[in-house]
């Protein structure tokens, strides 16, 4: 397989086709069958902390990479504009690296939008108090 198609859904299906990426925008998620060929389902959770997707003329394009380390074939690779770009194997020591990383980033995300949260909050409580004098 070289190639996958942009497909949207509202949920991912149970069987799964080869060469077609399904996209759910309304459960911010997309999955598809490993590029490998193995057949194992690969689901990629989109938003700002996760993976991004975009489209164009119908080619789907997923970031950052897809790394299936989980998975007995542990491929890893790109989906750009539709075409798969294959990426080097990671050490045990590389995934493991790349999984702090990426709970460090998500971390933040959350936490930066939670302190956002905050500051509005006090500032909803505060015109509350004003307005209920």
Not at 9 to 23: D, F, K, N
């Amino acid at each position: 397989m070289n190639t996958f198609a942009a497909h949207r859904v509202t949920y991912i299906p149970s069987e799964l086709l080869p060469g077609i990426l399904y996209v759910s925008t309304e459960y911010q998620v997309a999955g598809h069958l490993c590029a490998c060929g193995c057949a194992a389902k690969v689901i990629t959770p989109l938003g700002p902390a996760e993976w991004t997707y975009s489209e164009r003329s119908g080619l789907p394009t997923l970031r950052p990479s897809i790394g299936s380390w989980q998975l007995p074939c542990q491929s890893h690779y790109f989906i750009t504009q539709g075409r798969i770009q294959w990426a080097d194997r990671w050490t045990d020591t590389e995934i493991a690296a790349a999984r702090r990383a990426e709970d460090q980033q998500r971390q933040a995300y959350y936490r930066s939008i939670n302190s956002r949260r905050s500051l509005w909050l006090q500032l909803w409580n505060w015109v509350r108090k004003l307005f209920a004098r």
